[in-house]
């Protein structure tokens, strides 16, 4: 995924000779998911993408120790809590882990250097501010609400915006909830054909979708390249730099998606969140609460039902309006809430009958927006997370009960 393109100059046929103006030979790379058997692109380079002068073990790997949810609970962390610093590859913040997903927050105040990730895609979703996404495809600018994702291996730097300065003591240029993946983040395969496209009843198309907007091309030796691999971090040396491709083609690169090009799908009773389903993982999902009509049913109770999905873990990351159901549970822009397999949530306390007080009121839209991660395995707990908990958000929902339940 997504669907072919096509950047730059590329030969008339794969794997044919292709030369530069000086009679030489570009060199081509393919890169592939799945050992041939997947999407895939061919890439153009000026200089060999093999030539490496050296690799050393790089540090970094660490991000402390995790820990599990025990004694099993609701949870609740605050993100406006953690400091701003460092680049959105180094001053990554770990919230929560498994084995199939890494979940941290970066507000970063500098550009990073170079960075392959070679255990899986990534996924950055920017919450505030702007930033631009270089890489051996081209480059993408970003902003507040995209999310970009980067497919596996894609050699990457994270600047600030064009005509924008990071400083090392400034403010963050952008917050961004980070999603790494041990494995592919791809649309729903239920959102596509079974060729790939796009069907009329998913809620975004390829329209929505933005791809690099051209080679880009920078010169240099010895380049470094953080390289994130299953055994740990290393730091290889390129002899040349690793952007010098001048044109490529297929279905395989990073693109960008704005959580407003959501088409939200509305009924009139309350919908659960796979209609907010945006992109799919190795063991779990990420949807997008957008603002929307409100279920318009005359009897419609417009906030979720009390839920227990058995076999998940759920992430909720706040990022926009008023979260009906959360009020008065403390929860608030830049919260995350986790709510685990083996507890039942719901609405806080009196919030359905405020729901319903606001549509009797004329309310019919709400303008919430929200990133959810549904895992399939257990959540453990990052140092960002436990650094940041509101220690009471778990017994919220019994607060002010009578004795008799209310
Ligand atoms: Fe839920």
Redesign the pocket.
Known sequence: MPYYRAIGEFPRKRHVRFLRPDGGLYAEELMGEEGFSSDSSLLYHRYLPTAIVKSEEADGAADGPTAPNQPLLPRHFRTGELPAGGDLVSGRQLLLANDDVRISFAAPRLGSGLYRNSTGDECIYLTTGSARFESVYGSIDAAAGDYVVIPRGTIHRWLPAAGTQGSGDGAAFTEALVIEARGHIRPPRRYLSQYGQFLEHAPYSERDLRGPDGPLLADGEDEPVLVRHRDGLSLLTYARHPFDVVGWDGCLYPYAFNIADFEPIVKRTHAP?PVHQTFEGPNFVICSFCPRPLDFDAESVPV?YN?H?VDSD?M?FYVGGDYTARKGSGVGLGSITL?PSGFT??PQPGAVEAAIAGLSEGRTSTDETAV?IDTFRPLRLGPASQRTEDLSYAFSWARGLSPGGA
Request: proline share 20%.
């Open positions: 969140p979720p839920h999905n759920e909720m709510h949530h719901g959810m």
